[in-house]
Each structure stands twice: as structure tokens, then as C-alpha cells.
DNA sequence: TTATCGGTGTGACGAATATCACACTTTTAT
DNA sequence: ATAAAAGTGTGATATTCGTCACACCGATAA
């Protein structure tokens, strides 16, 4: 059997899982403010997103949400309900774009997990990196206020959505209102447009048509003590 | 090396994973106050703990610390490791009690996971628990504010460490200082002293040598609109 | 015993953040 | 093109939370 570290090399990239999601006998169709699936639903599916995008979050009683992710084409979603007890989906998945996603059932995915080792090291793989991030992020998120948090987002926004310009600024390819980004940070809209705006006269960041352009990605990074992490583990998504 | 079985018998659930720690070729005396690991450094082993106890934790250059688990007895530390490509211990481990653990290197486990379906299974599926439920203790800790923050600890300590009492309140079995507390919700030890004296002045909880009694577990669940998820996912560790 | 130490309890104050209200701008739908 | 809807910007105000200061409490070691 092939070591792990010579696996390692041969998929950085998770191809084998998705070649094999790819191959999903169905397909469903999605639609802007629908829901692919809600949490506290019986979950039997995970979804390899061909177009289209969503968003996974978390929601309250009372109305407020909690982003996680956006995601789009090539991510694998609903992903936390295999080898569960009790599958139910922990999230929400709302869609924010039309598109399609292949459908792939839980039962078929994990037996095919258990039969293919390299199969298996690219899922752990994938999840251990998964976790990494969610773990990395609260420090972000709590430990330095909101401001923090929304700082932290936008590192991870650029790293997971950035075009770097010619002039060393990151573009963040993903039309984000600041009722988005609040729900990123588990703050208000108010506080994100006063901070982002702040961030503005600055000369931090500017925003065209509802994107935003990074131009001093360092200061966000000294504002919050960031460690440079690896890129793999400072991603939104 | 022999270790007590009857200790690894505490948590019924992954027994063949820790089998296979238990046989471990050697084991690593901690003492309080010293380092398991630190977050950076190179990591090629993974613990499991036979005695003593540890806080998992993140740290900030201000000095601040942010805390994930404390883990004692049976539990595994080092975890997240695995299968990556650029393997750093992410948190650091503090000996918080005396005592020993089992060494197991990275490159051994990782391979038996590989080897061996069945261990394979039961690592994904704490692995999947251990994402779920660090998840889900984002909602709480950063969507109802340091209050939130509290509560959810409070109720997810009842689950990790409580013993039930005859009059059906909860003793949750570890000595916690309110700076522990603190370092768990990302605030300060006087916000959550008061927090948790108002608490103790409407007889929700009570504090004795260190401990905290729950009386009112349900108060605390409804401040919160805790959705009752399941005790698997509603837990520190 | 007293001195020391780590922890708790609490007031005063200021900074950060949320909330509310409303005007303004941009996007979308008809 | 125009109206309606969605999103942004911002002041005023309330609330939450952190910070600082210091008194107190209880264990323990000299």
C-alpha cells in the first residue's frame, strides 16, 4: 500500500472524492432562496455543487444567522453527516445563485469510503483540514471583538475568493452585502458599514459594486495578531 | 507498557481506536504546569491520556488564551495532525494535573487507519463528532453575546463533566476557576464573576470548594434558545 | 500566629457594540 | 422608464463589556 505521504502528492486537491461524487447517478436543480436542505433534517445526501451557489449557515429562533461558508462550484457540502449516530444536518444550505448539484447518497459514499483506502486518506485529509479551519477561525472571532471578526473575515475572504491585482491588491471576487459579512462575524449591518467604512478613509480597502478590494491586507493582519497560519487553514471556506 | 484498562473502559465508544493507542511502545510522564506540545511546533505524535489532565488551548501574543477542552483520562489529544500536509499542532496542550500519557507516532496511526476499515470508521466518526461539535459552539458563543457565551460553557460543561445529584441539579465535577471560564467564552474573569453571582442570586447555580452545582439547567438553555441538540454534540470535549 | 498568595467580589468609568430611526442610493422588476 | 424593493450611511442613544483599582477571603507556609 502506498504511504501516505506518497498520496499526498498524488491528490492535493481532492480529486479522487470528487471524481467520485461526479459520478452521482442523479442531479438536482437549485434555486435562489430555496433551501438544498435545512438543519434538523434527516440527512441521507451530500451534494457536489456543478453551478450555482450557496450558503451554509446557522440560524436562531429569533431571526439572527450565523454564515459558515459560501460555496460554490467544485465544494463538497453536507459533508459533517457521514459516520453520524443520528444524521441530521447540523446547517442550513441556502441557496444564494441558481445552479445544479449532483447528489450522492450518504450510504453509497461511506461504503465506498471504507473500501478505498486512498479514497479514505483523501476524506480525512479534507475533513482534518475542515476542522482546522472552524477551530482556527474562533480564535478570530472571539477573541478580539467584532472588529476582530470582521478583519479575520476579510483575510479569509481573500485568501478563499481573492484575485490579486497588478498593483498587490486582492480583489474578493464575491458580491458580499454587509448584512453577509455580518452574519460572518455574528455582528449587526450598522457595525460592518461603520468598520468597513472606517476601513475606507483608511485606504485599507475600497468597494465597487458590491465587491471589495483589499489594499493593505498587512494592516488587517497586524490588527488581530494574525500568526500567518498556513493558507490551507486561513479560508473562509 | 501496561496501562489500567479499566480506565479506557470510562468512554465505551472507539475502543478499537484506543486499542491501538493502548498499545502504544511508550508513555510520557506530565507534569502541571509544563507544555505536551505548543502550537507550532512540528508535530509527529499523537497522546492518548492515562491519567492527569490537560487544557487544550490557543494563545495570543497579548497574552490572552482562549480555551477548547480540558481532557483528561481516556481521551486523545493531538488529533489534528493527521493526514496533513503540513503537520503543526495547532493548539497547545497545558498540564493542568500530573500525569502520564501514551505516545503513539503520527506515521503508525496513520497508516493503520488506512490499513484497517473498521478503525478507519470509528476515527471518521469521531472526527465528525469533534467538527459537529465545535460548530455548533460557534453559534453560541458568538450570536447571544459573553452571556451566551457563559451559558452555553455552563450547559456543555453539565454534559462533559456533570454528575447527576438526588435533588435533579447538576455537579459539574471540576474545579473551575473564573478565569477558566473566562478563557472558555473569550471574556474576562470579573465579567464572568458577576455573571455568574447574578446567577447563583436567582438560584440557578451554586458554587462550593471550586464546584459548580446546575439547579436550573433549563433557565440557562432558554437564555440561549438552545434547540436541544444532541448530548453527543452539546458537550466541551 | 502572621505574612503571603492566589483567587473572588465589586464599584467606577470608558470603550465597544447594538438598537432605532430615517434619509439616501442602487438594484430589480414591471 | 418608473416604481418598488433592497441595500447603504449615519446620528442619537442604550446596553454590554472590558479595564482599573482595590478590598476581601481563605489556604498555607514560615
Known amino acids: 500500500m502506498a504511504l501516505p505521504s506518497e498520496q499526498l502528492q498524488l491528490n492535493p486537491r481532492f480529486n479522487q472524492l470528487k471524481e467520485l461524487l461526479r459520478s452521482a447517478n442523479y442531479s438536482k436543480k437549485i434555486k435562489k432562496g430555496s433551501f438544498l436542505f435545512q438543519e434538523g433534517m434527516p ?21 439572527k444567522e450565523m454564515c459558515f461558508r459560501i460555496c460554490s462550484v467544485g465544494e463538497i457540502v453536507g459533508e459533517l453527516t457521514l459516520f453520524t449516530n443520528d444524521p441530521k444536518y447540523l446547517l442550513t444550505a441556502k441557496v444564494i445563485e441558481d445552479g445544479e448539484v449532483a447528489v450522492i447518497e450518504k450510504d453509497y459514499l461511506e461504503e465506498q469510503l471504507l473500501l478505498n483506502p486512498s479514497l479514505t486518506f483523501e476524506y480525512m485529509q479534507w475533513l482534518s483540514n475542515h476542522t482546522r479551519r472552524t477551530q482556527t477561525k474562533f480564535r478570530d472571532l472571539i477573541l478580539h471583538g467584532k472588529k476582530g471578526a470582521l478583519y479575520s473575515t476579510l483575510i479569509r475572504m481573500s485568501n478563499s475568493y481573492g484575485i490579486p491585482l497588478k498593483d498587490g491588491s486582492i480583489l474578493i471576487d464575491l458580491p458580499l452585502k454587509n448584512q453577509d459579512l455580518a452574519n460572518f462575524c455574528g455582528t449587526t449591518r450598522e457595525s460592518v458599514n461603520r468598520m468597513l467604512n472606517a476601513l475606507k478613509n483608511k485606504g485599507i480597502l475600497s468597494i465597487k459594486r458590491g465587491k471589495i478590494t483589499i489594499h493593505d491586507l498587512d494592516y488587517l493582519k497586524s490588527e488581530i495578531q494574525c500568526e500567518n497560519c498556513p493558507v490551507e487553514i486561513c479560508r473562509i471556506e
Open 43 to 63: 440527512a441521507n445526501e451530500l451534494y457536489l455543487i456543478c453551478s450555482g451557489k450557496l450558503q451554509m449557515i446557522k440560524t436562531c429562533p429569533d431571526g
